[in-house]
Nanobody
């Protein structure tokens, strides 16, 4: 599975951005799609995940009620709608696909098999 993220940019605090992650290849073998982010000098952290079949969603506490993950099965694309952005959300955001993960492991980047290049999100104060 090949992944390509897009939609990053510069936005003022309180603004919104929508990230997209287009998948190609045997997407049918994917169980979960996830978004992670990494800010300079910090470790990569889980943001959100969605179960490919069924659509169950999972969020980090820091983004719950502000970010929404969704998918379009027909387009093999996962989205991350980010609202009420804060300067602390500034990071490189990457999407990933997990073939074998279970629900309890989706917050760990080691559970994901395929990664796409990240997209920079910068939130100015």
């Amino acid at each position: 599975v090949q992944l390509q993220a897009s939609g990053g940019g510069v936005v003022q605090a309180g603004g919104s951005l929508r990230l997209s992650c287009a998948a190609s290849g045997p997407i049918f073998i994917t169980r979960f799609m996830g978004w992670f982010r990494q800010a300079p000098g910090k470790e990569r952290e889980f943001v959100a995940a969605i179960k490919w079949n069924g659509g169950a969603t999972y969020y980090a506490d820091s983004v719950r009620d502000r970010f929404t993950i969704s998918r379009d099965n027909a387009k093999n694309t996962v989205y991350l709608q980010m609202d009420s952005l804060k300067p602390g959300d500034t990071a490189v955001y990457s999407c990933a696909a997990a073939r074998h993960a279970i629900t309890s492991s989706i917050r760990y980047y080691s559970s994901y098999d395929n990664w796409g290049p990240g997209t920079q999100v910068t939130v100015s104060s």
